[in-house]
């Protein structure tokens, strides 16, 4: 079992940056590929980023690729998103999860467990 606690979102403006944290709970942390996905209201959730359990292979959205950087340290079970160049249209509430694989890492279907979110909100 592994749970998961999502921080560090808030207001901000268009182009400023955010770091989100995904704080996990149970040994077995490391061994889970880490997804960050996030849901705007009255659209569905989409796929943002995703990293491999030892850090070695990413993925990331088109639209957040070059902005955002996903990263973890398994010795702190905690993973993290870094988003720069933020816009309103990255304005979300913003979910880690976590999947035993990192095979469909951006598909909502290969994750085991979920945060709660973290609301992000990007003001022009």
């Known amino acids: 079992q592994v749970q998961l606690v999502e921080s560090g979102g808030g207001l901000v403006q268009t182009g400023d940056s955010l770091r989100l944290s995904c704080a996990a709970s149970?040994?077995?942390?490391?061994?889970?590929?880490i997804g960050w996905f996030r849901q705007a209201p009255g659209k569905e959730r989409q796929f943002v980023a995703a990293i491999s359990w030892g850090g070695g292979t990413t993925y990331y959205a088109d639209s957040v690729k070059g902005r955002f950087t996903i990263s973890r340290d398994n010795a702190k079970n905690t993973g993290w998103l870094q988003m720069n160049s933020l816009r309103p249209e990255d304005t979300a509430a913003y979910y880690c999860?976590?999947?035993?694989?990192?095979?469909?890492?951006?598909?909502?279907?290969?994750?085991?467990?979920w945060g709660q979110g973290t609301q992000v909100t990007v003001s022009s």
């Open positions: 999860a976590a999947s035993r694989s990192i095979v469909g890492a951006t598909t909502q279907g290969a994750y085991d467990y």
């Open positions: 149970g040994r077995t942390f490391r061994t889970y590929a």
